[in-house]
């Protein structure tokens, strides 16, 4: 029982790297594997580095490099996984408007999304990718929902999300699809306009903090420093 309780535990942990590998744009298979090995490497590697340097009593600073470098991976894959999923929100609206441009000039949606990611392969490779996956899916003979429901589960975007709920109302009311697509891609393209505008509106807090340690002191110095020396 502790075997296969050992076994399983092995297996749901493999299967949720591989799930984050995918939200991050890594679909090699063997992605997990050397996940794993860089997180046994690299801190290996950073604690040596005082040791060849200090030597023995170089071991606190190795103990530290050590830590550093065991986060150093799961970093990298966060940073990764956050820029592939805004890149694909970002692009998502002006995909939908290409779909929809191909599903009015009377392609059917699965040739819609075929020529989407050939189109906009070159301005956007990470939705050019996914849309590929969902595309190689419903050729194997994945039904066409199933493979929707797939890319939303592996890039993890509430948009994503929205769109497979959207296309599966479509499908089963069989309302316009043209229509339901040009709706949500409105949709998308409003919450990237306010994804923007908060971006924006954050800069001037942010700016507080390099103005006020770096820009006034200096300015301090150079007011107040000749009043100072005379």
Known sequence: ???????????????????????????????????????????????????????????????VAGGVGYLIPDLALTRATRRHQKAIQNGLPDAIDLIVVCVEAGSSLDQAIVRASEELDLAMPALASELRTVTNEIRAGKPRLEAFQGLAKRTQIDDVRALVAMLTQTDRFGTSIAQAL????????????QRAEERAAKVGVKMVFPLALCLVPALYVVCLGPVVVK
Request: aromatic residues 6%; proline residues 4%.
């Open 182 to 193: 040009r709706t949500h891609a409105a949709t998308s393209r409003t919450k990237r306009r």
């Open 1 to 63: 029982n502790a075997t296969k309780q050992l076994a399983k535990a092995g297996s749901t942990k493999q299967a949720r790297l591989q799930r984050r590998m995918e939200s991050a744009g890594w679909t090699d298979p063997e992605a997990a594997s050397y996940f794993a090995l860089a997180e046994l490497a690299v801190p290996v590697i950073l604690a040596l580095i005082p040791i060849a340097l200090l030597g023995i009593g170089g071991w606190v600073a190795a103990l």
